[in-house]
């Protein structure tokens, strides 16, 4: 199993200019999610999808755009990139959405937007 | 609403000297609890993690964590330091009653080790 894999792993966008993070799971996991990380700050969750279909917001979502088409895939798109979206980004997927869950990380996506 | 503090931002030790990384929650329900490990460049790996069975809950590379329900803490220990194990550690509480799970991350610790 690859487990969980992000491309690409760094990305330089100018202001305004849009964006597809990719993200995909071998391990036929329900729940996806999408962090971003920065310093001093942790893990804030952006998406999430508990199924093929289903997403919805997590912490801070603005600026941001999922769908879920398949069970393995869970894009993140950026819409209109902002300075204040430079940070890495990180997917995580699960078996379940059900408490307790141990969460995969992918390898994570640095974004530096000029 | 559940938070995380991770006490200390930097913590370093030396080689073979013991490991204390500290960690304190505020949960409504009962928690899971995890540590998860970040090397340079890398994405997040679970060290360990407590779901109400066993309150000593020993994880991978020698480290092991406490649940102390009075005292609502999590810390994580470790014998003896490696010098592969300078890293940064985070402590993530998980909502677990109600059902769906969402993880509130505390903002990391730096784990140095010198020689």
């Known amino acids: 199993n690859a487990g969980v894999t992000q491309t690409p792993k760094f990305q330089v966008l100018k202001t305004g200019q849009s964006m597809t993070l990719q993200c995909a799971q071998d391990?036929?996991?329900?729940?996806m999610s999408w962090y971003r990380q920065d310093p001093g700050m942790g893990l804030r969750l952006i998406h999430y999808?508990?199924?093929?279909?289903?997403?919805d917001q997590g912490e801070v979502p603005n600026g941001y755009n999922v769908s879920r088409s398949t069970t393995e895939d869970f894009p993140l798109r950026l819409l209109s990139a902002a300075p204040s979206q430079t940070s890495v980004y990180f997917c995580a997927s699960s078996p379940t959405n059900i408490g307790g869950e141990t969460q995969y990380f992918g390898p994570g996506t640095r974004l530096l937007v000029l | 609403a559940q938070s995380v503090t991770q006490l200390d931002s930097h913590v370093s030790v030396s080689e073979g000297t013991p490991v204390l990384l500290r960690c304190n929650y505020s949960s409504s329900y009962s928690p899971s609890l995890f540590w998860y490990v970040q090397h340079p460049n890398k994405g997040l790996q679970l060290l360990l993690k407590y779901t109400s069975a066993a309150t000593l809950v020993k994880g991978i590379n020698g480290f092991e964590a406490e649940f102390k329900k009075s005292e609502t803490s999590f810390h994580l220990t470790k014998p003896s330091a490696h010098m592969s194990d300078a890293a940064e550690y985070f402590c993530?509480?998980?909502?677990?009653?109600?059902?769906?799970?969402?993880?509130?991350f505390g903002t990391g610790t730096r784990l140095l080790v010198s020689p």
């Open positions: 999808s508990v199924g093929a279909g289903i997403t």
């Open positions: 391990m036929n996991h329900e729940y």
């Open positions: 993530v509480v998980s909502d677990r009653d109600t059902g769906f799970q969402k993880l509130v």
